[in-house]
């Protein structure tokens, strides 16, 4: 069972797949794939691949079961092109390996983040982090894009001044914006991109990040379809219930099954009362008619 060669994936080796204005995110290597993922499962009895039905079978039993570990001998190297502010969100996920760009041995290019106009929003009224989904007036996004692309314009010819004057490459970057485009190899295996994944393609997380995020779990569908499948049914398409909300359901499905038995007790019977809140009710609702996470 040596090198697995997985024939979608060296089709895209290479491809630069653009994100935002400047960005761009490369598959540069890959190890492993759904075969290798089958091949580690089945390594403690010494038995290889089977049909792709039963392989299929195991990788969904292993994903939805959290049995991790053969996923993690699969692994993926990026080469990605980021705004420095997506890369401070990128980087709080400890388990890969990083080399980036270094602002003290090369020259920053003039590479900014531009949001287009669409993105430009007011702070949300009902979410700290986030920004409004409520349409800006034109006006106002215009003035706002051309405050930020002057400000950025200003402070990269500045930092040129410092530079053609020989200031230390190192200090001289210091005034640079967390909107400049930063580089860098990024290597995960998939289990630790699952989870990366599963956080930044939520939509809590920043819409730029979640744009990269999207990116990379199409390129991981070329590598490993069926662990990517066996993800999105069981994690990115899943929610989950309190121990009080299990409950809650099963009181209803009780109060359901006795009422079509002898149409007597109902979903409201006080022997039968919700232990909870109106609110924690309603919430619960609104879970399994959305189907989100809320
Ligand atoms: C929507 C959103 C909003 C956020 N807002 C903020 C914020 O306001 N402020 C802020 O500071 N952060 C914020 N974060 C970052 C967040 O708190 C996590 O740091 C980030 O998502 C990485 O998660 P992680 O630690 O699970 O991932 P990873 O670092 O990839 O780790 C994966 C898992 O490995 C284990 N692990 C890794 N390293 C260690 C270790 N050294 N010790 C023990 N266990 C380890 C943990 O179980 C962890 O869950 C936000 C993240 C999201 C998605």
């Not at 190297?77 to 401070?88: E, N, Y």
């Not at 809650?248 to 109060?255: H, N, V």
């Given at each position: 069972m040596a090198h697995c060669v997985v024939e979608e994936a060296e089709k895209i080796l290479d491809k630069e797949y653009p994100v935002l204005n400047k960005g761009f995110v490369?598959?540069?290597?890959?190890?492993?794939?759904?075969?290798?993922?089958?091949?580690?499962?089945?390594?403690?009895?010494?038995?290889?691949?089977k049909s792709y039905r039963e392989d299929s079978a195991l990788i969904d039993y292993l994903l939805r079961h959290e049995h991790t570990s053969p996923f993690e001998q699969v692994s993926l190297?990026?080469?990605?092109?980021?705004?420095?502010?997506?890369?401070?969100q990128w980087i709080r996920h400890r388990t890969a390996k990083v080399n980036e760009i270094s602002g003290r041995y090369s020259i920053m290019k003039d590479d900014f983040y531009?949001?287009?106009?669409?993105?430009?929003?007011?702070?949300?009224?009902?979410?700290?982090?986030?920004?409004?989904?409520?349409?800006?007036?034109?006006?106002?996004?215009?003035?706002?894009?051309?405050?930020?692309?002057?400000?950025?314009?200003?402070?990269?010819?500045?930092?040129?001044?410092?530079?053609?004057?020989?200031i230390a490459r190192e200090l001289a970057r210091i005034n640079l914006p967390l909107s400049?485009?930063?580089?860098?190899?990024?290597?995960?295996?998939?289990?630790?991109?699952?989870?990366?994944?599963?956080?930044?393609?939520?939509?809590?997380?920043?819409?730029?990040i979640r744009l990269y995020a999207q990116v990379l779990f199409d390129i991981s569908k070329k590598v490993a379809p069926l662990c990517c499948a066996s993800f999105e049914r069981w994690v990115l398409g899943a929610i989950t219930f309190s121990n009080e909300e299990v409950e809650?359901?099963?009181?209803?499905?009780?109060?359901n099954d006795a009422n079509n038995a002898n149409n007597s007790i109902g979903a409201n019977d006080a022997s039968t009362k919700s232990i909870l809140s109106d609110k924690a009710l309603e919430r619960l609702e609104e879970k399994l008619r959305?189907?989100?996470q809320l």
């Open positions: 490369r598959l540069v290597d890959y190890m492993g794939g759904d075969e290798r993922v089958v091949q580690a499962a089945r390594v403690s009895y010494g038995k290889g691949t190297t990026f080469h990605i092109k980021l705004p420095i502010f997506v890369a401070r531009e949001p287009e106009l669409e993105d430009i929003a007011l702070q949300s009224s009902d979410n700290r982090q986030g920004r409004s989904e409520e349409a800006l007036d034109k006006g106002l996004a215009e003035e706002t894009r051309d405050a930020i692309r002057a400000g950025q314009q200003k402070v990269y010819a500045e930092y040129k001044e410092l530079i053609d004057k020989g400049l485009y930063s580089e860098w190899y990024w290597q995960i295996d998939l289990h630790n991109l699952f989870h990366f994944l599963k956080l930044r393609l939520d939509s809590h997380a920043q819409k730029e809650e359901i099963k009181r209803r499905l009780a109060a959305s189907g989100k």
